[in-house]
């Protein structure tokens, strides 16, 4: 039977753990570099679950953790977009285990992301998606953007 529930402090490790397995399975970085942002990150999302400035749902299947997803609020300059806004949500660590995928359960949480943000009066919520979950966010109203990234790049 699955159960869903809003996300603690005490899941900081599950949703690391997630995260890495979903950058893993993107093949986005070799395993020293999701090692490193782990270590990084789950103080991190510790620290941003007590703010409240991660906000994160937990799918169960008879207690075992099998999917997660979280919704960061950041402040946000006004915007076109939003020219009245001054906060964007930003979806991320959207992970469902391998053997529960293809059941509805990322578009799940997804809708519980966008309805918090609906009802803290969010109106733009942005992602970095896989090529996996495309079609995922499509189906649901997100749209491609212009956006560009500068990574500075460490010496080697």
Sequence with gaps: M???????????????AHRKAMFADARDAEEPVLDAMSQR?????TRMLMEGKYLGWVIS??????????????DWAPH???PVGELRGYLLNVFVEPKYRKRGLAHAL????LAEARRRGIRVVAL??????RPIYDSMGFEASNEMFYVERAES
């Design 110 to 113: 997804v809708k519980l992301c």
């Design 61 to 74: 299947d008879r207690g075992r953790p099998i999917a997660s997803t979280g919704l960061m609020i950041l």
């Design 128 to 133: 970095h998606s896989s090529k996996a979950g």
């Design 2 to 16: 699955l159960e869903t529930r809003t996300a603690t402090a005490a899941d900081a490790a599950l949703i690391t």
């Design 80 to 82: 076109p977009l939003d």
């Design 41 to 45: 990150f789950e103080p991190w999302v």
